[in-house]
T-cell receptor
Framework: AQSVAQPEDQVNVAEGNPLTVKCTYS??????LFWYVQYPNRGLQFLLK??????LVKGSYGFEAEFNKSQTSFHLKKPSALVSDSALYFC????????????????FGIGTKLQVIP | EPEVTQTPSHQVTQMGQEVILRCVPI?????FYWYRQILGQKVEFLVS????????KSEIFDDQFSVERPDGSNFTLKIRSTKLEDSAMYFC????????????FGPGTRLTVT
């Protein structure tokens, strides 16, 4: 079964400092990896994804993430945090193809609350 | 920019009652999903739907749940006999066909079962 671990419930960072939100995954075969952000009382908003190719992917709002196959990680990063980045961040994984060949569900992590301090 | 919409935003119901949660996916999307998020917990997959049939469902999606795409635009989740533990945010999502495309989520329906 596929799974996602986000080891930190909350990450605090000062405005202007770089931020990292950690994610590791477990899946059979090659993964599709996603980051979503959730603002209060809102749905999940897509940030970026890794499918194949360059291990460093860039997404919305200046976020980027690095895929590391050997460490099965997909950490979310931003060089300079903004107060408006404060939100709940979800990492998600989907197998490239399920063992049965069918459509594979997306599994989400438990989420990490990012607090950017002015 | 096209969005997934959901109605109602908040539904309060009594235990044992049936509820229908409605979603309008993005118009050119072909894959549809329902997720739920119990307060303070992670987003959990319920069901995926493609070509007018369920393509995958989780162990949460038992016989009290059903989904339907009645008219080519709406995508509904029905809970036949609600329980207290069904109280959660329910998110609809959709995506285009093809490999690796991301899902777009609606704003959610908060279901409160009393």
């Amino acid at each position: 079964a596929q799974s996602v671990a986000q080891p930190e419930d909350q990450v605090n960072v000062a405005e202007g400092n770089p931020l990292t939100v950690k994610c590791t995954y477990s899946v059979s075969g090659n993964p599709y990896l996603f980051w979503y952000v959730q603002y209060p009382n809102r749905g999940l908003q897509f940030l970026l994804k890794y499918i194949t190719g360059d291990n460093l992917v860039k997404g919305s709002y200046g976020f980027e993430a690095e895929f590391n196959k050997s460490q099965t990680s997909f950490h979310l990063k931003k060089p300079s945090a903004l107060v408006s980045d404060s939100a709940l961040y979800f990492c998600a994984v989907r197998a490239l193809q399920s063992i049965s060949g069918g459509y594979q569900k997306v599994t989400f992590g438990i989420g990490t609350k990012l607090q950017v301090i002015p | 920019e096209p969005e997934v919409t959901q109605t109602p935003s908040h539904q309060v119901t009594q235990m044992g009652q049936e509820v229908i949660l409605r979603c309008v996916p993005i118009s050119n999307h072909l894959y549809f999903y329902w997720y739920r998020q119990i307060l303070g917990q992670k987003v959990e997959f319920l069901v995926s739907f493609y070509n007018n049939e369920i393509s995958e469902k989780s162990e949460i999606f038992d016989d009290q749940f059903s989904v339907e795409r009645p008219d080519g635009s709406n995508f509904t989740l029905k809970i036949r006999s609600t329980k207290l533990e069904d109280s959660a945010m329910y998110f609809c999502a959709s995506r285009v066909a093809g490999v690796g495309y991301e899902q777009y989520f609606g704003p959610g329906t908060r279901l409160t079962v009393t």
